[in-house]
């Protein structure tokens, strides 16, 4: 795996093994599908707070410690899914040198999704290092697109075909899981990253996780729910057959929650538990 990197803003995404990974490749690309994936139905609007801690590091990688908190709300605005989410992550190393950074997002995608809205911003000792903003829509589900970035500077960036937005792709992978496929490969825009915002991810259910785990919060929006352990894997798109940039696993419930994060780094992962987690009000639509 490459080198530490925080360009993807992980929401719904996942450790790949390399045997699970080659595996999704042989996979045709995700043209999605012109009807609403089925797992909308299953959906609730939550907020959620998750805190982050060392899972494991590589020795001799200079990592001594890590950790910190993600806020993450996923709401249905009526016309569309609205996603805000902030992250702060600390990481100490042995030489001294530590490193203290984060972001804030907030997104906006249609339900027919063919429209997305993103505003993320990106702190590094608690300074604003960078602003990302613009929005990107597709001619359909499956079809070629373009994107148009407002800031850091003014361009336009085509959006090959079959190219999907954040939570048309979680809701693809929530299909995935209930169908008897295993795997999925996709190309996403989320406007993060210096790919344009593009990546390739793989994605790999691993199998149905079980009813019950010691510590898990007692909310009806997870106890007793259906819920499946993924694995995503994130490349370029013009680096596909190389290690992913950045690999998460996790629990995904039918609700849309997400816990037990893994966000694998390459010399050292973070674990991100589940500590809060509520449902949205109704919003009347």
């Not at 590589?58 to 569309?80: K, L, N, T």
């Not at 390739?200 to 785990?213: D, L, M, N, W, Y």
């Not at 490349?235 to 290690?243: C, G, R």
Request: net charge negative; hydrophobic share 40%; glycine share 10%.
């Amino acid at each position: 795996m490459r080198t530490m990197s925080h360009e993807k803003l992980p929401w719904m995404s996942l450790c790949a093994r390399a045997g699970l990974i080659s595996a999704a490749l042989a996979l045709l690309p995700s043209a999605g599908a012109v009807a609403m994936p089925a797992a909308v139905a299953d959906f609730v609007p939550h907020k959620a707070t998750y805190e982050l801690f060392l899972d494991r590091k590589r020795r001799g990688d200079g990592v001594s410690s890590a950790g910190g908190r993600m806020e993450f709300e996923w709401a249905d605005v009526c016309d569309g899914w609205s996603i805000t989410q902030k992250t702060q992550i600390y990481v100490g190393r042995s030489e001294g040198y530590n490193l203290n950074f984060g972001w804030s997002l907030s997104t906006w995608e249609a339900k027919d999704g063919l429209a997305y809205r993103f505003f993320i911003r990106r702190y590094t000792d608690g300074q604003e290092s960078e602003l990302l903003r613009g929005e990107a829509h597709l001619e359909t589900i499956g079809g070629e697109g373009r994107a148009v970035f407002s800031s850091p500077d003014e361009k336009e960036v085509g959006l090959p075909a079959g190219t999907v937005f954040p939570t048309w792709h979680s809701f693809e992978l929530l299909d995935l899981a209930q169908s008897e496929e295993r795997g999925l490969w996709s190309v996403l825009f989320d406007g993060a990253g210096d790919d344009d915002g593009l990546s390739a991810v793989s994605a790999f259910i691993t199998g149905e996780a079980k009813p019950q785990r010691e510590g898990l919060l007692d909310s009806a929006l997870i106890q007793a729910q259906p819920s499946w352990r993924m694995i995503l894997a994130y490349y370029t798109l013009d680096d596909q057959e190389a290690l992913p940039i950045h690999e998460q696993e996790l629990r995904l419930f039918v609700t849309g929650v997400a816990e037990d994060f893994v966000f694998d780094y390459g010399d050292f992962a973070l674990r991100a538990r589940l500590v809060e987690l509520s449902e949205l009000p109704p919003t009347g639509c």
